[in-house]
């Protein structure tokens, strides 16, 4: 089995900072592309970044220079840094990866159950 358990998301003024973490456990061999998705309420879920595991980055136009995404492969660890948050970035944040659990597997899709990031005043 693999989880993906998140944390780090909270109430949050608007120009404030959170940091969410995601951290992968379970039968894990390899881990090629972690990320981050949120949706809000009554909308589709949308790519926020993704990190791959050599450390290439993608971001949504609506947060590049606010989010950076980073991961700590030793401890299979993505973690989304998030500055000058406004009250669209508020959704449920879910963690995404591709993980492969033994040698010759093939890459399958995880989520995480999901944090919730609320910006308001």
């Known amino acids: 089995q693999v989880q993906l358990v998140e944390s780090g998301g909270g109430l949050v003024q608007p120009g404030g900072s959170l940091r969410l973490s995601c951290a992968a456990s379970?039968?894990?061999?390899?881990?090629?592309?972690m990320g981050w998705y949120r949706q809000a309420p009554g909308k589709q879920r949308e790519l926020v970044a993704t990190i791959t595991s050599g450390t290439s980055t993608d971001y949504a136009d609506s947060v590049k220079g606010r989010f950076t995404i980073s991961r700590d492969n030793a401890k299979n660890t993505v973690y989304l840094q998030m500055n000058s948050l406004k009250p669209e970035d508020t959704a449920v944040y879910h963690c995404n990866a591709l993980i492969r659990r033994v040698v010759g597997d093939r890459w399958n899709a995880y989520w995480g159950q999901g944090t919730q990031v609320t910006v308001s005043s």
């Open positions: 379970g039968s894990i061999f390899s881990i090629l592309t």
